[in-house]
């Protein structure tokens, strides 16, 4: 199971961007999808998740700001960033929790991306 993680980059205070989580590899429906982050010297932190129903969860920060979304397969997920501020920047990352078909049984399992840089200047 491969995850990239992409979108990310440099803007200004008040902007926008938007990362993209693409899933590959293997027999497998997602569970939840997860957006992480980590800013320097920082523990990583969660950021948002969408589950398989089409549930949403954010963290406090970004709530009003952040959007998550997701095709109804999960192979696909994005996070709409607006209104960004200079303690956005971090790496993010896109994390999912799936069932997977390998030889002959279904696993659970937790995939993690490889994280993409977001820098808000002010």
């Known amino acids: 199971v491969q995850l990239q993680a992409s979108g990310g980059g440099s803007v200004q205070a008040g902007g926008s961007l938007r990362l993209s989580c693409a899933v590959s590899g293997g027999i497998f429906e997602v569970n939840d999808m997860d957006w992480y982050r980590q800013a320097p010297g920082e523990q990583r932190e969660f950021v948002a998740r969408?589950?398989?129903?089409?549930?949403?969860e954010y963290v406090d920060s970004v709530k009003g700001r952040f959007t998550i979304t997701r095709d109804n397969i999960g192979r696909t997920g994005n996070l709409e960033m607006n209104s960004l501020r200079p303690d956005d920047t971090a790496v993010y990352y896109c994390?999912?929790?799936?069932?997977?078909?390998?030889?002959?049984?279904?696993?659970?399992?937790?995939?993690w991306g490889q994280g993409t840089p977001v820098t808000v200047s002010s």
């Open positions: 994390k999912v929790n799936m069932h997977r078909m390998t030889g002959g049984r279904v696993v659970v399992e937790d995939h």
């Open positions: 969408i589950t398989k129903y089409g549930s949403t």
